[in-house]
Every structure is written in C-alpha cells, then in structure tokens.
C-alpha cells in the first residue's frame, strides 16, 4: 500500500445492525449483504458519516476548521463545494464467529477472504476439513472439528498459524492474551462452507411492540431482526484524495482522523446497546 492509503478493521463489541431496508423472507429487517456473494458488509459510506460524527463534523465545524473541511467535504455555493479527501471502502467480513462444541467458538475465515487480502496460502481446505492453529483449542479429538451442526476434519497447519498471528498483532495489538485467544480458536474453512454460515450463523431475534395503554403485545406487531454476531471482524481500505485546503497533506488528515483506535457506534439500535465496535486503523 502507498502512503496515502491504509488498511482498517471493525471488531464488534456488541452486535452490529447496519440494514437493507424490508426483508423479503422471514427476516423483516436483515442486514447488509453483498449482491455477488450474499456475504455480510458494511458500507464504506456508512462508517464515513460515524467516523465524521466522532469528530464532529457539523457544517459549521467543517467551515471553521480546515482539517474538518478537507477530510469530510463541505457543501455550499459553487466556491465552497467540495467532496472530502477521506474515501471508505466497504468493510467486508474476514472473520465470522461461529459456536464450536470445544472452544466455546471460532474465528472463521475462508479462502476468498484471504485472498481479498492477497494473503497467499499453499493450500486450502476441502468441504469437509478445516485448518486450524497447531495450538487450537477448538479441536481436543484427535482430527475432529464441531462446528455447529458441522462435523469437519481439523488439519493443524502452520501457515494458518502465521496468519492468524499477524491478523492478531493488528487487530489486539496492545493485547497479549486477545491474542493468544484469536489464534486458538482461528479456523479457515472452504468457501462453500463459509457461505452457509454467513447465511445460517448470524443473530436472528424477535421484537414485539407494547401497547402503552394496555401493557400487551400490539396486534400485528412482532417482526425479526438479523445482526451481525459479537465478535465478528471486518476490515477495508481507506486512502486520502486530492487534498483542496493548502497546507495539508494527506499524511495530516490521516494523522488527525484515522490513526490508531478509536470506539464507534454504527449502525441502528444505539438506544440499546447495538452497534458498539472497536476501529483499528493499520499503519503503513
């Protein structure tokens, strides 16, 4: 990557519901899902506004203040228009955590999201096998991974090791234990496979609506709700564009705003708790 672009991560803390609008199945309100693999996401653009919330980027501010200015844009007349420098990504899931019989759960991961990260790997798994740290906890019969409903073949590797160390250094980077943790209950499984759970492992939860006056359930008024599970991890891209204030570099703004970690919520139900996740931005 160049200097004027950076990799980020989302680890959520609580589960993350950025939506899609009505559901067509028996989810009334599911979430964000990408057109060609049916994988969750979430927009770049969605994490741009919370990014410029937590640093209060009103109008007003951003026409008193340079640095607001050049990284989120200001509109106006025709002289003071301008896109901010600052450019998302979508954030799309590297790890989903998925519930396994030994290791309470698992960090999986797939072929196709490593290779969104250009990780090169020797080899990947078959449908019915997953590779996993040597030091797992996941698997404690010898060559068995429960995973779910899913019954694989666990193969100890090496190379999954490595991966999921430098994925840790980033993503728990002033945390040893989290660490340790990440890589004993990361997995990679096939890409058919991480499909089905993309579709089957997210957190599915019923709503009623209370009548006030009566304390029941309002006729009519129940509806499903999907999220994406605690403890998922998503990561994408940023870069800075041409920078129009003078004086500024894009290494400024990057200094200013997406540097180390920061808390974010994103995504709806603030009100209850949801969507708290934790943003770590990748140096160079």
Request: proline fraction near 4%; include cysteine.
């Amino acid at each position: 990557m160049s200097k004027n672009e950076k990799r980020y991560w989302l680890h959520a803390i609580t589960p993350l519901h950025v939506g899609a609008g009505r559901g067509l199945g028996y989810i009334d309100m599911p979430i964000a899902r990408e057109k060609v693999t049916n994988w969750p996401y979430i927009p770049g653009s969605s994490l741009k506004g919370v990014i410029a919330d937590k640093y209060n980027a009103s109008e007003e501010n951003r026409r008193n203040n340079d640095e607001l200015k050049a990284a989120f844009g200001i509109r106006g007349g025709d002289n003071e228009c301008a896109a901010g420098a600052i450019v998302f990504t979508d954030a799309n899931i590297f790890c989903l955590p998925v519930r396994s019989f030994y290791g309470t759960f698992a960090w999986i991961t797939s072929p196709f999201c490593l290779r969104r990260l250009d990780i090169t790997f020797p080899e990947f798994p078959s449908d019915n096998e997953a590779f996993i740290s040597p030091k797992s906890a996941l698997s404690k019969e010898e060559g068995k991974f429960y995973l779910e409903d899913l019954d694989l073949n666990a193969r100890k590797s090496d190379e999954a090791e490595k991966i999921a160390s430098k994925a840790a250094e980033v993503i728990f980077a002033d945390n040893k234990d989290w660490q340790k943790v990440f890589v004993e209950r990361f997995a990679i499984v096939s890409d058919d496979i991480f499909t089905f759970l993309c579709e089957a492992g997210t957190e599915v939860s019923a709503h009623i609506r209370i009548n006030e006056e009566t304390g029941t359930t309002t006729d009519g008024a129940l509806w499903y709700e999907e999220a994406l599970p605690v403890e998922s991890i998503l990561t994408g891209k940023l870069w800075c564009d041409k920078v129009f204030v003078k004086d500024l570099k894009p290494e400024d703004l990057f200094a200013r705003f997406c540097s180390g970690e920061i808390n974010i919520q994103i995504g709806g139900k603030a009100s209850t708790g949801k969507g708290q996740a934790r943003c770590i931005f990748e140096e160079v």
